[in-house]
């Protein structure tokens, strides 16, 4: 009996987190100016999410790190022109002891306060900026799925039946209903924050962010691996469940340690928590993909930019587009891309050649595993 030879597998992992996509953008910049190429090209898969959603579709299109962090960097203020509302007339309000007072507030605040009820009935935000920049011809223009040039899949959550949604590529024989899905539709479902910006209608469903589900879409990423790659690893170093090298490089969005104002209450309401349940659990979701996958399912495989010991305790939020946000995010990258390039893991890297989508197919349609 002839024995399979191990083989290399790798993913590129892109998390989500609004505007500190801009740090990906940056990282991921550095490198392919390193290495002299596309990133793209020495990965078997990239799975990205909400915005590290849309920075991997542009990678699948063989679309330059530089450029998409040039957009970035011109789309996120007008995509996001002001920080999130924080309600203060409507706290203000509920603080007044009296009922007389509170209609006297009301009364004369009642411009602010209206104000105050619009933004908690419609989403914060408009996606037009970043849906007009995506659909310029140098992006996602009319393209569609089956247009990538690499295998991708990208997190959402279909909010008219409650479960996730994986948009891919057909890097499987059985993968034929995403084919015809425009690109640019993917993008901005898996980037549709729940309150900071409306549902995306994809065909008959409504479809919301990712990051709901997989922040972090590295287990996703290394499910799909297994499942529909055929890759078998050794697994909890347990050699006996497969010998192929799976290697991951995880790149995150500078997502905070800690969320909680201990000088807060602990009873906080539906103002109080705001967007903020949304952030903590995108951020929970990437500390325990970090925890389960790297330290536990696949140990010394997962290189993570930052590490999750090196979150910081602080980061700008994801609908921070200012200066000094963008000043933090862009600092932040450049020591990690400098630091990481003295890894020799690292480095390796980029001495494997993924599989392009095209022969992927090829190999499907030969009815060979894909190697």
């Given at each position: 009996m002839n024995q399979i030879e191990p083989r290399k597998f790798q993913i590129l992992s892109l998390s989500g987190g609004g505007f500190r996509g801009l740090h990906i953008a940056r990282i991921l910049e550095i490198i392919e100016s390193q290495i002299g190429r596309g990133i793209a090209q020495h990965f078997d898969l990239i799975a990205g999410t909400s915005i590290g959603g849309i920075i991997g579709l542009a990678l699948a299109l063989d679309i330059?790190?530089?450029?998409?962090?040039?957009?970035?960097e011109e789309v996120g203020p007008k995509l996001f022109p002001s920080v999130p509302p924080s309600f203060p007339f409507m706290h203000a309000l509920f603080k007044e002891k009296s009922t007389c007072s509170k209609l006297f507030y009301a009364w004369k605040h009642s411009c602010d306060l209206e104000n105050d009820v619009a933004h908690t009935q419609s989403a914060w935000y408009d996606p037009a900026p970043l849906a007009d920049a995506l659909s310029a011809p140098e992006y996602f223009d009319s393209k569609k799925m089956v247009d990538l040039l690499h295998p991708i899949i990208i997190p959402t959550v279909n909010y008219s039946n409650g479960n996730p949604k994986f948009f891919k590529t057909d890097h499987h024989q059985t993968f034929t209903f995403d084919r015809d899905i425009s690109i640019l539709d993917v993008a901005l479902g898996t980037s549709a924050a729940p309150i900071y910006f409306p549902a995306k209608k994809i065909n008959a469903q409504r479809i919301v962010d990712g990051g709901l589900v997989a922040n972090d879409p590295t287990m996703v990423a290394v499910h799909e691996a297994m499942a529909f790659f055929g890759v078998r690893p050794s697994l909890f170093g347990d050699t006996s469940t497969g010998k192929d090298d799976l290697q991951v490089l995880s790149i995150g969005t500078l997502s905070p340690k800690h969320f909680a104002d201990t000088s807060r209450p602990l009873n906080q309401g539906m103002?109080?928590?705001?967007?903020?349940?949304?952030?903590?659990?995108?951020?929970?979701?990437?500390?325990?993909?970090?925890?389960?996958?790297?330290?536990?399912?696949?140990?010394?495989?997962?290189?993570?930019?930052?590490?999750?010991?090196?979150?910081?305790?602080?980061?700008?939020?994801?609908?921070?587009?200012?200066?000094?946000?963008?000043?933090?995010?862009?600092?932040?990258?450049?020591?990690?891309?400098?630091?990481?390039?003295g890894s020799a893991q690292f480095n390796a890297l980029f001495d494997h050649q993924g599989l392009s989508l095209a022969e992927v197919r090829t190999q499907l349609n030969k009815g060979d595993k894909c190697a």
């Open positions: 330059p790190a530089a450029k998409i962090r040039q957009t970035l103002l109080d928590w705001g967007a903020g349940v949304f952030d903590l659990a995108g951020s929970a979701q990437e500390a325990m993909a970090a925890f389960m996958i790297d330290k536990h399912m696949l140990p010394g495989k997962v290189i993570r930019l930052p590490s999750l010991d090196a979150r910081p305790e602080k980061a700008p939020g994801m609908a921070d587009a200012s200066i000094h946000a963008k000043e933090t995010l862009l600092a932040s990258a450049e020591t990690l891309a400098q630091t990481a390039f």
